[in-house]
């Protein structure tokens, strides 16, 4: 089955910073990627996804690449800010099968 | 929309016990999944419905677990007997298809 390795487990950043989380995954059929953010005590929401058939999408300040020769994603937020502090999961999936999720990365920005 | 709709929002209990834990689908929605989230393992997959259909149910820990789904927007997950390990919280989430899945507001089950 799928396996995917997220990175790094906790991060801190200063406000305005930008931060990066990466994740790898097992199986080359996976085609399709979401990251959700989960705020303390709260569900994990998604916050934007991306499909194997396209290399890069942005939100704002939020984007998120893909890798699929080497097998991986990341997240990108950009100016960040002290309301992005939340733990983020990376998934992949592949066609109709069941999300893997990542272990997780903890994100604290300082004001 | 009222969204996945999830309860109780808190149970504790003492071991032994059974414990019953609900989920309401959005309207629409016809994939059902059950997760549990706990510090030391994260986000682990249950079980997933598809059409009322259990799919996959690799994830149930062991037979004290079972989950149903009696209609296509409720489904339950009974834990009997309880033991302190199976403290976590629980969450389902609905989507429609292999579509984004949305979570619910989560199940923080402790277990004495």
Same mark, same amino acid.
């Given at each position: 089955? %799928?396996?995917?390795?997220?990175?790094?487990?906790?991060?801190?950043?200063? %406000?305005?910073?930008?931060?990066?989380?990466?994740?790898?995954?097992?199986?080359?059929?996976?085609?399709?990627?979401?990251?959700?953010?989960?705020?303390?005590?709260?569900?994990?929401?998604?916050?934007?996804?991306?499909?194997?058939?396209?290399?890069?999408?942005?939100?704002?300040?939020?984007?998120?690449?893909?890798?699929?020769?080497?097998?991986?994603?990341?997240?990108?937020?950009?100016?960040?800010?002290?309301?992005?502090?939340?733990?983020?999961?990376?998934?992949?999936? %592949?066609?109709?099968?069941?999300?893997?999720?990542?272990?997780?990365?903890?994100?604290?920005?300082?004001? | 929309?009222?969204?996945?709709?999830?309860?109780?929002?808190?149970?504790? *209990?003492?071991?032994?016990?059974?414990?019953?834990?609900?989920?309401?689908?959005?309207?629409?929605?016809?994939?059902?999944?059950?997760?549990?989230?706990?510090?030391?393992?994260?986000?682990?997959?249950?079980?997933?419905?598809?059409?009322?259909?259990?799919?996959?149910?690799?994830?149930?820990?062991?037979?004290?677990?079972?989950?149903?789904?009696?209609?296509?927007?409720?489904?339950?997950?009974?834990?009997?007997?309880?033991?302190?390990?199976?403290?976590?919280?629980?969450?389902?989430?609905?989507?429609?298809?292999?579509? *984004?899945?949305?979570?619910?507001?989560?199940?923080?089950?402790?277990?004495?």
């Amino acid at each position: 089955g %799928e396996n995917v390795e997220q990175h790094p487990s906790t991060l801190s950043v200063q %406000e305005g910073d930008s931060a990066v989380i990466k994740c790898t995954y097992s199986d080359s059929a996976s085609n399709y990627f979401p990251w959700y953010k989960q705020e303390l005590g709260k569900r994990p929401q998604l916050i934007i996804d991306i499909r194997s058939n396209v290399g890069e999408k942005k939100d704002q300040r939020i984007a998120v690449t893909l890798n699929k020769t080497a097998k991986h994603f990341s997240l990108h937020i950009t100016e960040t800010q002290p309301e992005d502090s939340a733990v983020y999961f990376c998934a992949a999936r %592949e066609g109709y099968s069941t999300l893997t999720f990542g272990k997780g990365t903890m994100l604290l920005v300082s004001p | 929309d009222a969204g996945v709709i999830q309860s109780p929002r808190h149970e504790v *209990t003492e071991m032994g016990q059974e414990v019953t834990l609900r989920c309401k689908l959005i309207s629409g929605h016809n994939s059902l999944f059950w997760y549990r989230q706990t510090m030391m393992r994260g986000l682990e997959l249950l079980i997933y419905f598809n059409n009322n259909v259990p799919i996959d149910d690799s994830g149930m820990p062991e037979d004290r677990f079972s989950a149903k789904m009696p209609n296509a927007s409720f489904s339950t997950l009974k834990i009997q007997p309880s033991e302190p390990r199976d403290s976590a919280v629980y969450f389902c989430a609905s989507s429609f298809g292999p579509d *984004t899945q949305y979570f619910g507001p989560g199940t923080r089950l402790t277990v004495l």
